[in-house]
T-cell receptor, first 112, second 114 residues
Framework: EDKVVQSPLSLVVHEGDTVTLNCSYE??????LLWYKQEKKAPTFLFML????IEKKSGRLSSILDKKELFSILNITATQTGDSAVYLC????????????FGQGTILTVHP | NAGVTQTPKFQVLKTGQSMTLQCAQD?????MSWYRQDPGMGLRLIHY???????DQGEVPNGYNVSRSTTEDFPLRLLSAAPSQTSVYFC?????????????FGDGTRLSIL
């Protein structure tokens, strides 16, 4: 059975702190690892990683994949209150190209 | 370009009632899927479709039916609602024939079964 585990489940920080969110996966026929940010409504896409060791970066957010150790991390530097959200990690694999297995999510709260 | 549109946004049902959650996308995406999101459990795949006329079960399909008669629409049916189906439901879509495209999500339907 495919499985994705995120840690920590929740995190409280102050503005300006740097945070690291973790995602480990066990997925048959792994294809890619995706990160989403979820505020009030729909998850919004952040990154998709397919190759080990290549960092993806967007502003203060960055992510990297380790396909040997089966994990990914999402870093957020200089956090702001607008970063408060649930961060979801999902692994794509199996025989259907669209099928995603999600982790439980990490609830990030950034205090002023 | 509306993206993925889900209706209704909120619904309250009584146990045993039936209803259909609607999902439509205007991006000509081949792949569509339904997830439910419960506290502490992330999103779990209910059913998915790789194109019109083709559907398959996900991780938690029991109690739900789907059909895909057109590329644009992928309705989710609850035949006899149960309190355990109280959840937030998300529909998602992505272009077909590719592992390298992210899924786009609708805003969700919050469903309560009394």
């Amino acid at each position: 059975e495919d499985k994705v585990v995120q840690s920590p489940l929740s995190l409280v920080v102050h503005e300006g702190d740097t945070v690291t969110l973790n995602c480990s996966y066990e997925v048959t026929n792994f294809r890619s690892l995706l990160w989403y940010k979820q505020e009030k409504k729909a998850p919004t896409f952040l990154f998709m990683l397919t190759s080990s060791g290549i960092e993806k970066k967007s502003g203060r957010l960055s992510s990297i994949l380790d396909k040997k150790e089966l994990f990914s991390i999402l870093n957020i530097t200089a956090t702001q209150t607008g970063d408060s959200a649930v961060y979801l990690c999902a692994a794509r694999g199996g025989t259907s190209y669209g099928k995603l297995t999600f982790g439980q999510g990490t609830i990030l709260t950034v205090h002023p | 370009n509306a993206g993925v549109t889900q209706t209704p946004k909120f619904q309250v049902l009584k146990t045993g009632q039936s209803m259909t959650l609607q999902c439509a996308q205007d991006m000509n995406h081949e792949y569509m899927s339904w997830y439910r999101q419960d506290p502490g459990m992330g999103l779990r795949l209910i059913h998915y479709s790789v194109g019109a006329g083709i559907t398959d079960q996900g991780e938690v399909p029991n109690g739900y039916n789907v059909s895909r008669s057109t590329t644009e629409d992928f309705p989710l049916r609850l035949l006899s609602a149960a309190p355990s189906q109280t959840s937030v439901y998300f529909c998602a879509s992505s272009p077909g024939s590719s592992y390298n495209q992210p899924q786009h999500f609708g805003d969700g339907t919050r469903l309560s079964i009394l």
